[in-house]
Structures are given as C-alpha cells and as structure tokens.
C-alpha cells in the first residue's frame, strides 16, 4: 500500500507534551502519535506530489492560526477520541487548501462543515474509547489554546504506520 500525505497545524511542545503523556499512559500507539489538528486529509495529496507546488503560496495567504481546543469527546461512530478545535481559520485554511487543489474526489466530511479536531486515539475493534474518554476529561480538564503558526506536510508510509511531519511552511509570509 503506498504513503498517505495530509496538511496539517501543530500544537506547541507544552501542548504537544501533554498529548504525548496521556497516550504514553494508557498505551495509545496508532497513525495519530504525533499530535496534530488536519486541516487537509487525503484527497487531492498524491503521491506524485505535485501538489506542493501550490501549497507554499497557500500558507503564505493565511494568518497565523487561533485555536481553541474544547472538553474531549468520541465521534458518534466511534473512529476516534479527540479535543474539539474551535478556529475558525483552521476552517478557512482548510477552504483555501480544497480551492487550490481541486480534488477530483473529495471525502464527505471536507468543506465548511469540516471539523477541526486533535485525536488523542483512534479507535480500534479490540479497545472502547469510552473507557478512554473518562481519562482524557482528567487529563484535560481546561484543554488549552494556541496560535499555530505553521501548516505541515505530514506523511504516513503505509498500513500501521504513524504520520509523521515531513516539511512546513510558515503562515503569513
């Protein structure tokens, strides 16, 4: 199977820290062991890679990111425990990022409705993130706020791999 490629914002190193110690704690390893918020999966991200050419001028066009992470919860389908973000502009950038790639195909949850999230576990057949979701609200009673000031080429090399950043460019510039 060939490397999956998303966009994404990442936290700062206390945040990150914090991210990083909860899922050491309860045994966490999955494609999410670098924390980060995507803010584009997939879709129009090929392997031939030519899509970074416009990804440079992308972030050059966008501020400097606020986020604001909310109380941790489950999606209703279970694939994930995650903290909420409220950023607007994660949003825009996400939008902005669809208009340059123009994918042929693009997956239900992209575009306006798309919601900003930084998973703390992805969820597996043998694990209930349920039991999970009472730890994470210890853990991040007053989940924090950020100003990101990079997007991120994150890459994942194939099934069972973690993604892992590969490049950034700086927002605003």
Do not use: C
């Not at 502009?89 to 575009?111: D, I, K």
């Not at 924090?144 to 997007?151: C, E, G, I, S």
């Amino acid at each position: 199977m060939s490397p999956s490629h998303l966009l994404a914002l990442r936290p700062p190193p206390d945040i990150e820290a914090q991210v990083v110690a909860f899922r050491e704690a309860h045994g966490i390893r999955d494609a999410a062991a670098v924390p980060h918020l995507t803010v584009k999966a997939r879709s129009g991200l090929d392997d031939d890679l030519r899509w970074l050419t416009v990804i440079p001028a992308v972030a050059a066009a966008t501020p400097p990111v606020p986020v604001e992470l909310l109380a941790p919860r489950v999606f209703p389908n279970g694939r994930a425990l995650y903290l909420p973000a409220r950023s607007p502009g994660a949003v825009q950038l996400h939008l902005a990022l669809l208009g340059a790639l123009r994918p042929a195909r693009r997956f239900g949850y992209e575009g306006p409705q798309m919601t900003p999230h930084l998973t703390l576990a992805l969820g597996r057949r043998d694990a209930s993130l349920d039991a999970l979701l009472d730890a994470a609200r210890l853990a991040f009673p007053q989940p924090p706020t950020f100003t990101a000031t990079d997007l991120v080429w994150m890459r994942k090399p194939g099934p069972g791999g973690a993604y892992q950043p590969v490049q950034r460019w700086t927002l605003g510039r």
